[in-house]
C-alpha cells in the first residue's frame, strides 16, 4: 500500500494535522499495520518537497505546535491518477509458505507437520478475522478489509490442501534437483 497516496487521499477531504492523518488512516484501514507517527510526518514532509501538499498553517490550541497540511493541485493529479491505475497481477509470487514447505524437505524436516501447523494458524485468524466481521457495530471498510483477508487466507488454505496431497512427489523432486 501507498502510504503516500493514502495520505494524500486522506488529505482531499480537507486539511489536516499529522495526528488526525494517523488516526484517520488507522480507522479506514483497520485491518492494515497501523502507521506509525515517524512514517506519517515524514510522509508529509516528502510531498511537501515534492509539491504535492502544502503547510496549511500552525496552530497550538494550548498544546504542542501542530501543523496542518493540504493537497495542491499536483496533488489532487497525482492522487487521481494513482487511484485510477490498475494494480497489475504479481508477474512472481513469493510464498514463504512455499519456501518453508521446501527447506523443510532439503533440512530433513516434517513438511506435512509444518502443512498442519500452519494450516491451524490460518484457521485461527480465520476465526479472529471473522468475529472482527461479525461484530455488533462493524463498518462496512471493517467487513470487507476483513472478507480481503479471509478470501486470501482461504486460497493459502486451498493451496496447502492441494501440497499436502502432493508432498511425495514433490519430495521426490526437491531430492533429485
Known amino acids: 500500500m501507498s502510504t503516500r497516496h493514502i495520505l494524500l487521499g486522506l488529505l482531499a477531504a480537507g486539511p489536516s494535522h499529522g ?3 494517523k488516526r484517520r488512516h488507522d480507522e479506514r484501514f483497520p485491518q492494515a499495520r497501523p502507521l506509525a507517527y515517524g512514517q506519517v510526518y515524514t510522509t508529509l514532509q516528502r510531498l511537501v518537497r515534492d509539491g504535492l501538499a502544502e503547510v496549511e498553517g500552525t496552530d ?3 498544546g504542542p505546535e501542530r501543523t496542518a497540511y493540504r493537497s495542491t493541485p499536483d496533488g489532487a493529479r497525482e492522487l487521481a491518477q494513482w487511484a485510477g491505475e490498475i ?5 512472481f509470487v513469493t510464498n514463504e509458505i512455499f519456501a518453508k514447505v521446501v527447506v523443510s ?3 530433513g524436516g516434517d513438511p ?3 502443512l498442519r501447523a500452519q494450516r491451524a494458524a490460518h484457521m485461527e485468524r480465520m476465526r479472529e478475522l471473522t468475529a472482527v466481521k461479525t461484530a455488533r457495530g462493524a463498518d462496512l471498510a471493517t467487513v470487507l478489509s ?4 479471509l478470501n486470501h487466507l482461504d486460497a493459502d488454505l486451498r493451496w496447502m490442501t492441494t501440497t499436502a496431497a502432493r508432498l511425495t512427489t514433490l519430495t ?3 531430492d533429485t534437483a
Open 172 to 174: 521426490a523432486e526437491v
Open 112 to 114: 506435512e507437520a509444518y
Open 146 to 149: 476483513a472478507d480481503y483477508a
Open 105 to 107: 524437505i532439503l533440512s
Open 19 to 21: 495526528y488526525d492523518l
Open 87 to 91: 494494480a497489475p497481477p504479481a508477474p
Open 60 to 62: 497550538s490550541d494550548g
